[in-house]
């Protein structure tokens, strides 16, 4: 490779760099892609083809200062660009020299679309298992003769485990491939099924539950709050006319036929295995359909010297740093107290909606149709606001710091004195209100019986648990949002550390709510829950106003032990 560089000479799409995981982690290292051209710059003193206008005569570029945010430098010429570079200018590409780009994927339009539907179903079974359970909760307690209270620790187990698989399931993935995964993981969750389905007994049923959110805990989807909204529907509809056991053989052919359908025709998608899908590949790795396909022409061998990755103790450990960060700490405890409110809201709707209003379990499974919903339009709205925010701080930043209007500061590297945590949290103030609003009066709507007895009575508990999981998944998405952009290229590891701090929260909620119930009383103790989370609040205004010194701490010791490395 040469050793010096430009951009085209002709103007080139380059929406691919914003559109793949490839193409963000190739913008990272200074890495842009034209068409069939590819073209390096070097990092520390990068060329921004975004601000290249084309002439040949003039352009802006923004570099890194620092103390780390971003400054405006310009050269009047492409020569003056490359009289800028420091060094040999090592790593780049010489002016008008086409480099052969390898093609992202070469997966056609059918198969592309086969892959997303097949891992778009496959994620469903996350939400879909763990709330199909809840309106049968009543019904289970009945036929395997114990307490409400008992039967609530399958709902416990679901969630330790599901807290703690992804860990385990995340780390294997990204070494020895998707495909295997999702075929392991659907095993496990078709042999959880077939034990429940059967269970004769609590113990049982709670050994296989657990094993069942191993098994849905490796699949993610965009979809998964849809499985949300209508899991208990489902599950409503089968335990009311076929029994409890009913939603566990319905589960079972449902995976069945996905892991049939993942066995015979999902490709391998890992770069490091599989490269752009163009590798021949064999045993687990291979999808049974290309057995009898006509082999495509661009199939070639692997390099010789390929080794796979080695599954090392700190492949699991990792995700489990991030608590030593305070910012992402605090970030983390503030989220979990949130979803273990929403998880003892909706575990005790069955118990508390049947003693009421005196449902059978069709209704019941009705009834959780506010909270599903609830989590759609709260994760909807809190996107859009979001990015409205982000893109306001952005503006203000680039307008300070004289950077061109149409710059974008890059997603992995985020200048250590943009405001990120003002832009994710501005927001979070009159969301909170609502939900700590919420939490307090729903008790008081289930709790009197001349209230309750009341005709329509019902629609007020219902919108005030629509409220409930429209604000908590609206603070869900701001925590996980604000999580992953305080580790910059530990998506896979933040989300795995906030789903486990989550659901660990979550299951000692969801384990004794019941039991305050009981003591307290369905009035005081959702109260109690409200004065909790008020309790937490002050975790929010630490991280708005210590939290940016923190994260600036924190990339300055990264960029000093990246130069002792050196």
Request: aromatic share 10%.
């Amino acid at each position: 490779m040469s050793s010096t560089s430009s951009w085209a000479i002709k103007p080139r799409p380059i929406s691919r760099r914003f559109t793949t995981l490839e193409g963000w982690r190739e913008l990272g290292n200074g890495v842009y892609v034209a068409r069939n051209s590819l073209r390096i710059f070097a990092v520390e003193n990068q060329f921004d083809p975004e601000s290249y206008n084309g002439d040949h005569t003039s352009w802006t570029h923004s570099q890194r200062s620092e103390n780390g945010s971003l400054k405006a430098s310009s050269w009047s010429s492409e020569q003056d660009w490359m009289a800028s570079l420091p060094g040999e200018k090592k790593g780049t590409v010489a002016i008008g020299e086409i480099v052969e780009d390898e093609v992202y994927h070469v997966f056609g339009n059918n198969e592309r679309w086969g892959v997303v539907a097949m891992i778009g179903v496959a994620g469903l079974f996350s939400g879909l298992s763990s709330n199909i359970f809840f309106p049968s909760l009543d019904a289970i307690s009945q036929d395997l003769k114990v307490s409400l209270t008992t039967v609530s620790l399958t709902i416990t187990s679901y969630l330790i485990i599901q807290g703690i698989s992804p860990l385990f399931w995340g780390s294997l993935s990204d070494t020895v491939g998707r495909r295997p995964i999702y075929i392991y993981s659907f095993v496990v969750y078709i042999i959880a099924n077939i034990g429940l389905s059967f269970s004769p007994d609590f113990l049982v049923l709670l050994i296989f539950r657990g094993l069942q959110a191993a098994g849905s805990a490796s699949t993610v989807s965009i979809v998964r709050n849809f499985s949300i909204a209508v899991g208990p529907v489902l599950g409503g509809i089968l335990a009311n006319f076929f029994g409890f056991r009913s939603i566990f053989v319905f589960l079972l052919i449902l995976s069945s036929i996905v892991l049939i359908a993942i066995i015979i025709f999902l490709p391998e998608t890992l770069h490091s295995i599989a490269g752009n899908g163009s590798l021949r590949l064999t045993g687990i790795h291979q999808p049974l359909i290309r057995g009898i396909q006509k082999e495509a022409p661009y199939m070639t061998d692997r390099d010789d010297s390929y080794r796979p990755k080695r599954i090392t103790l700190k492949t699991f450990a990792e995700p489990l740093l991030l608590l030593t960060e305070k910012d992402i700490l605090l970030s983390l405890i503030f989220g979990g107290t949130v979803y273990a409110i929403w998880s003892m809201v909706t575990s005790s709707t069955t118990g508390l909606f049947k003693q009421a209003f005196g449902l059978n379990e069709l209704l019941l499974g009705l009834v959780f149709l506010p909270n599903g919903l609830g989590t759609i339009v709260g994760s909807m709205v809190i996107g859009s606001l979001m990015n409205k925010s982000y893109m306001e701080m952005e503006s203000k930043y680039k307008e300070t710091h004289g950077l061109p209007a149409d710059y974008k500061l890059p997603k992995k590297a985020i200048p250590a004195d943009f405001p990120i945590e003002h832009a994710r949290l501005r927001h979070t103030k009159w969301i909170t209100v609502i939900f700590v609003v919420g939490v307090c009066c729903y008790g008081f709507s289930l709790a009197l019986p001349s209230l309750v007895s009341r005709p329509g009575w019902i629609a007020v508990p219902l919108t005030i648990q629509f409220l409930i999981a429209a604000t908590s998944n609206a603070i869900f998405a701001v925590n996980q949002t604000m999580v992953s952009d305080l580790c910059p290229g530990k998506g896979a590891s933040s989300t795995a550390i906030n789903n486990l701090v989550r659901c660990s929260m979550g299951a000692v909620g969801v384990a004794f709510i019941e039991k305050m119930i009981m003591a307290m009383g369905v009035g005081s103790a959702f109260l109690g829950l409200g004065l909790a989370m008020i309790g937490v609040v002050p975790l929010a205004v630490v991280q708005w106003y210590w939290g940016p010194e923190w994260r600036r701490e924190r990339i300055r010791k990264n960029t000093d032990r990246k130069e002792i490395e050196k």
